[in-house]
């Protein structure tokens, strides 16, 4: 059973350019939440998505950051314009939703920003 | 709002070594109660849970209990290991997405 995908596993951009990250929950995983990890610091939360819906985006940057989770395919965290301050590790995790709450995580992106 | 607080590290210990490893949490009601590892440059690592008061999660020899009436849920390990280096966050989901501490750098030297 495959974990949580999440690629590309680094990712360098220059300022002003766009990233984007994709997320392919766990198998059977309807729900995915992506994290923000700033150096020597702990997880935030940014977005909670299911299929086709955002549930709660109340860690998301009101500018520049989106996410979806399409009915096909992974979810996706697009950053638009880059910023330095954007350097961090984005991490995906996935859970069922049936009424287990555990979540499970992905490798990270780290995206670095020149 | 939620809140978890764990022990600042670095915690740097002899192998064999007994490890504990703070975290209280504030929350309203009885919410879930998560230990995560994170090894160098990798995603973080399901540890163990618990999902009620008194329960005790285990694995790989960590242990921690549920503890409701200190808002306690406490990681230890008995004798540790080398391969035990990592960085270890508490944290808990009740109607919100996961609240994480901010980490505990655990160093084993032989």
């Known amino acids: 059973n495959a974990g949580v995908m999440q690629n590309p596993r680094h990712l360098v951009r220059r300022r002003g350019q766009e990233a984007r990250l994709r997320c392919s929950p766990m198998k059977g995983h309807s729900h995915v939440y992506w994290y923000r990890q700033l150096p020597e610091e702990g997880l935030k939360f940014m977005v909670y998505l299911q299929k086709e819906n955002i549930i709660d985006e109340s860690g998301m940057p009101k500018e520049r950051f989106s996410a979806e989770f399409p009915k096909e395919g992974p979810s996706i965290l697009r950053i638009q314009q880059v910023v330095r301050g954007d350097s961090a590790a984005y991490f995906c995790?996935?859970?069922?939703?049936?009424?287990?709450?555990?979540?499970?995580f992905g490798p990270g992106t780290r995206l670095t920003v020149l | 709002g939620n809140s978890v607080t764990q022990m600042e590290g670095p915690v740097t210990l002899s192998e064999e070594a007994f490890l504990t490893i703070n975290c209280t949490y504030t929350?309203?009601?009885?919410?879930?109660l998560f230990w995560y590892v994170q090894y160098p440059g990798e995603g973080l690592q399901l540890l163990l849970k618990?999902?009620?008061?008194?329960d005790k999660g285990s694995n790989k020899g960590f242990e921690a209990t549920y503890r409701k009436e200190t808002t306690s849920f406490h990681l230890e390990k008995g004798s540790v290991q080398v391969s035990d280096s990592a960085v270890y966050f508490c944290?808990?989901?009740?109607?919100?997405?996961?609240?994480f501490g901010k980490g505990t750098r655990l160093s084993v030297i032989a």
């Open positions: 944290a808990l989901i009740k109607n919100t997405p996961l609240v």
């Open positions: 618990a999902t009620k008061a008194d």
């Open positions: 929350a309203t009601g009885y919410p879930s």
């Open positions: 995790a996935s859970s069922s939703g049936t009424g287990d709450d555990t979540q499970y």
